[in-house]
């Protein structure tokens, strides 16, 4: 056999010690190296001990009777198919008696976590509380799985009305309970499970399943609305199934979830110990890496936001407060505290967090934070796709100098913003300019200076971006299908730009100044062609249908904007868009009945073909063209009292079967000539003797 090949002697051992010092300090020059660049998720290290990492626990499987049970279940609630509430409330019963003791098992089943869900969605009080007592001491098990953990949010959502309402019955309307069973609260439900949670929050900050259920348990503890869109956001995750039951209302959307109206004050102290343990566990790095974590963001926007209500507003202490460690102290002097908000600023992720400190940071903080952090930076932020939304936020609170100050560098790159769609900005700034009794002929007179090559058309449409507009076939349409994924892009931009230039063309409209006579003239500028494009269009029939209907503008104006519709208003009325513009039309005619009249007889004219289209009925209705065909002086009057239905006035005509005939008008009169010569003669000779 070969021999395996050895360097031996005092000379090879020279150069094996030199070689491996030379690789011993490259290592760790390295790992030195490392320590900067590994990405911040990777530099996260757990908040505290957690027996999270231990072995979670099997609570076993469904055998496949009771699987396929569940399932078919599940399928007539996701339906709704019952004949009354009642049946589906028998049924629902009968469920729950057939999952006793099998509520974990279902709740981490891949196919039964939904049944689960909608059980709790209907569940009553008492129901609710049966879940609560399987799922007690397993909560944080139960809260860091797949599909367990949305079973936890629902129960949570829909226990919360629970909780105020046992605050507020009196004694005698409490459930009877048999001699063996106890009265439990919903309030101790919540406290048992709080109790059962403590000292793992942060582990439970990062987890991908636990994270949503814990920011869903701290909004219910403060109170917070949870129809809120900025709470739903945090709280609903963007890939969530939507699990609910037909013909009822989303959680999120019905109002008895959306404020508990009384809490008890043991929910202020339980979320208080949440906040204190999950700031007072994070250490400089790990909140620096926590920031930009797309798991651990959203609960520290929660957490800010917070703090800045009653009973924590300005009575944190800086260990306990997330906003104060951010900024390290309120004086902001830290070179580390300058280079973290300058990493939040232009970090996808970290910039959400940043917007929520701009927004609900106290004012001595924020005047802070702004004049040493985002003053210098407006000219180059606002053109920044990320953090041109913390400026939009920062520019909401300014005083009039510094709003003046900020809005001079963003009008500056009008033109840029303009090209990159980014008309928030603008309308952010106008805006604060109307709250702040600012002059806005300045924002005009800049708009003018960058278009001012253009027409007044012409400044218009660069700002709806509806030069871009293209001519295209239904055959090109279909051809477009196969488009590859940068074309697509590029058209869902434009799309995006021209909805937010429709914006902020509506917000000019809103206000009596320069800004409206700028769309004014814009539109009335505007070919007639074009503007039959533009009332398909989506965007931009709303910035139409925002001009005729403002009460701001004068009779002449609206007649001269109505003008180019005549003898479309049949086509446009079919139209999926167009019917938009035709609703608006009866507002837009108010004060000019001719011009009513004459769109309501091209209605009348094209009757067949708009009852034959959905989008032509709606006009139809909307129009009260029933009533126009039948009786006309009745749609008139209609017309001249703002549009209030005929059952809240008198009919000016009677009805066909009240109509009175020829011979009515002289009985009439014959029976008051009769009346007038019986008084005359009463006057003159006394009563007249009654027939006997």
Not at 78 to 85: H, L, R, T, V
Not at 357 to 379: D, W
Not at 455 to 466: A, D, T, V
Request: net charge neutral.
């Amino acid at each position: 056999m070969p021999k395996p090949m050895k360097k031996r002697g005092p000379r090879h051992e020279r150069l094996r010690a030199r070689a491996e010092k030379k690789k011993s300090a490259e290592q760790q020059h390295e790992d030195e190296a490392g320590e900067h660049d590994t990405p911040l998720e990777d530099q996260y290290v757990p908040l505290t001990a957690s027996n999270a990492d231990e072995v979670k626990p099997f609570y076993g499987m469904l055998s496949e009777q009771e699987q396929e049970y569940f399932t078919r279940a599940d399928e007539m609630l996701e339906f709704n198919q019952f004949g009354s509430p009642e049946d589906r409330t028998l049924f629902l019963a009968n469920v729950f008696q057939e999952a006793r003791g099998k509520e974990l098992k279902i709740a981490v089943n891949a196919a039964c976590s939904r049944l689960m869900e909608r059980m709790i969605l209907l569940s009553s009080p008492t129901q609710l509380k049966d879940l609560f007592k399987a799922f007690n001491g397993q909560f944080l098990s139960l809260v860091q799985h797949r599909f367990a953990s949305h079973c936890c949010e629902t129960l949570f959502l829909q226990a919360a009305p629970v909780v105020s309402a046992e605050l507020t019955a009196p004694l005698d309307h409490q459930p009877e309970l048999s001699d063996d069973q106890i009265f439990v609260s919903m309030e101790n439900m919540f406290l048992y499970m709080l109790h059962e949670l403590e000292g793992h929050y942060g582990a439970l900050v990062v987890n991908q399943y636990s994270s949503h259920s814990l920011r869903v348990l701290m909004v219910i503890l403060s109170g917070l609305p949870l129809a809120r869109v900025t709470t739903t956001t945090l709280l609903k995750q963007k890939n969530k199934e939507d699990v609910g039951i037909k013909g009822l209302p989303s959680m999120f959307a019905d109002q008895t979830t959306s404020r508990a109206e009384t809490l008890p004050s043991s929910f202020a102290e339980g979320l208080e110990k949440m906040m204190a343990e999950i700031a007072s566990g994070l250490q400089p790095l790990e909140l620096g890496t926590l920031a930009t974590h797309p798991i651990g963001n959203p609960v520290l926007q929660l957490l800010v936001e917070l703090e800045s209500m009653e009973p924590w507003k300005g009575h944190l202490t800086p260990e306990r407060s997330i906003l104060q460690k951010l900024l390290v102290n309120e004086s902001l002097n830290y070179a580390s505290s300058r280079s973290f908000i300058h990493q939040l600023l232009y970090d996808p992720v970290g910039s959400f967090l940043l917007e929520k400190m701009v927004r609900f940071a106290p004012g001595k903080t924020f005047k802070t934070i702004y004049r040493q952090h985002l003053k210098e930076k407006i000219g180059d932020a606002v053109e920044h796709d990320v953090a041109a939304f913390v400026i939009q936020r920062a520019l909401e609170r300014l005083g009039k100098d510094e709003l003046q100050e900020a809005a001079d560098q963003v009008l500056a790159r009008l033109g840029t913003l303009v090209q990159r769609s980014k008309f928030d900005l603008i309308r952010t700034i106008m805006e604060r300019y109307v709250a702040r009794d600012l002059d806005v002929t300045s924002i005009v007179k800049t708009i003018e200076k960058v278009f001012s090559e253009e027409s007044p058309s012409g400044r218009l449409q660069k700002i709806i971006k509806w030069e871009d507009e293209p001519n295209v076939n239904p055959e090109e349409e279909e051809e477009g299908d196969d488009e590859d994924a940068e074309v697509k892009k590029h058209k869902r931009d434009r799309s995006h730009g021209r909805v937010h230039g429709s914006m902020l063309a509506q917000t000019m409209l809103k206000h009596p100044s320069p800004l409206a006579d700028f769309v004014h003239e814009g539109l009335l500028d505007t070919p007639a062609p074009t503007l039959l494009r533009m009332a398909t269009n989506s965007a931009a029939s709303r910035l139409l249908q925002a001009a005729l209907v403002d009460q701001n503008a004068t009779i002449v104006l609206r007649r001269r904007l109505l003008a180019p519709f005549f003898g479309q208003v049949a086509t446009l009325a079919s139209d999926p868009v167009g019917s938009h513009l035709v609703d608006a039309l009866w507002p837009g005619t108010q004060g000019l009945p001719h011009l009513r009249e004459r769109i309501a007889q091209e209605l009348l004219q094209a009757e067949g073909a708009l009852l034959a289209s959905f989008h032509g009925r709606s006009v139809w209705r909307n129009w009260k063209m029933g009533l126009y065909k039948a009786r006309r002086l009745d749609w008139i009057a209609l017309g001249k009292t703002g549009g209030r239905p005929l059952s809240n006035r008198k009919p000016t005509v009677q009805p066909r079967w009240k109509t009175t005939t020829g011979v009515a008008p002289a009985r009439k009169r014959h029976a008051a000539m009769l009346k007038q010569v019986t008084q005359r003669v009463q006057s003159q000779h006394g009563t007249l003797p009654t027939k006997s």
